[in-house]
Structure formats: C-alpha cells, structure tokens
C-alpha cells in the first residue's frame, strides 16, 4: 500500500490502526501487512471498524461494493453483518480471489454470503442494474474518477431508503486545496458539491481518507 499524506498528526493514524482499534479476527493484521508489502490499497483499520459498526446497526439485507481490493473491508463488513449478502465488483480477479483465503482462515467462509464479480465498475452497473437496483447499502471505494457518475447512477436507480457509504472523501487532505489539473481532485470535489445539493442529510466520519455516510430519502 503506498505511503499517503494523513489527517493527522505525524503517527497518529497509524497507533490509532495498530493499537486503538479493536481487531475482532487477527487475520485482518495479515491483511494489512500483505497489502503494505504488494502496495494494494485498502481502507484503514479505524474505517475498516467503523464499517463493521455501521453494518451492524443497518443489518442490511444486500450490500453492493464496488472495489474489492483484498476483500478486506468486505470481510469487515461481513463480520459487522453476517446474515447480509454481499455483491463485491473489481476487474481485477487475482487479486480479489484472495479474499476466500483469508476468510477460510478467519473460519467464517462458511457463515457469510459473497458474490464476486470481475468486471469494471461502470460495465456493472450499466448491464446488472436489474441485480444492484435492490441493494439497500452501496459501499464505493474505487477510481475516483468515477466517483460523480457513479453517484448519479445510483442515487437514480436506488431504492428509497438506500444506504451510501462513499471512501476518501477527505483524499489525503487534498480537498482543502485541490489540484485543477487532477482528475481525481475534481472528482472528489464534484462528488461532495453533487451530495451538498441532493442529499438531505449526510454523516463525514474523519477515519482513514474520510468515510462519507448517507441514506436516500424515504418516500
């Protein structure tokens, strides 16, 4: 995982992810070391909590991720939620796979319920939305250079009620100053001016790059 700028003072973070927060299976540590070591992004472990937190009070019924990485916040939400089904998309197979490993190794393989799917996010959702359009949690931490389209498509298509998680909604700080020749700052920036002008209320938790936490209105 590569070194990024934190929210907080030098060190923090990283005590806070090492020694602050409770780690309900220690296969989530190997987890961490492994995506350090093969540089593979993945939420922090105070994120990573406070999904398995979230989860737990929503007891949602079908969660979309869209990003697996690892699998490694979806195993935290699974264990946050384990009657939940969950549907995780990420183009990149060989990666995504390991996750069966690692929750074999946490011995709840056989208790959750998880649907893999290798393909690109926006191909997903443009021909599935018939399998997505029922999901009543959206968990998305992919190119955030998707982030404004991917918001427009599901805040259309989701039911009433839906839940939202969106990560990095603080990207590394970059918000107080974004840089208007990256895309990706444009992005993030779009994304919380589209969610500052449809959403009716909305939840900023400052872990790990900032989990932004919102629900669509119930009619």
Known sequence: MKPRPSIYIPELESYIDSSLVYKPNPVFAEMETYAKEKNI????????????????????????????GL????????????????????????????????????????QIHVKRVTDSVMDYLAKES????????????????TYPEIFSILWEKAKPGAYFLF??????????????????????????HEVKSQVSGYTLYPVGDGLLFFQKDKK
């Open 167 to 192: 990560d990095n909604m603080l990207w590394h700080g970059r918000v107080l100053t974004p840089d208007p020749k990256k895309p990706s700052d444009l992005a993030v920036m779009a994304l919380w």
């Open 130 to 145: 018939e399998e997505w359009m029922s999901s009543d949690l959206f968990f998305v931490d992919c190119d955030k250079i």
């Open 41 to 68: 992004p993945i939420v922090s472990a105070a994120t990573g909590a406070v999904l398995s937190h979230l989860v737990s009070l929503v007891r949602p019924k079908e969660i979309l991720e869209l990003g697996t």
């Open 71 to 110: 699998g490694y916040s979806t195993l935290w939400m699974a264990v946050g939620s384990p009657e939940t089904r969950f549907v995780t998309v990420d183009r990149h197979k060989e990666q995504a796979d390991l996750m069966d490993g690692y929750a074999k190794k946490m011995g709840i393989f056989e």
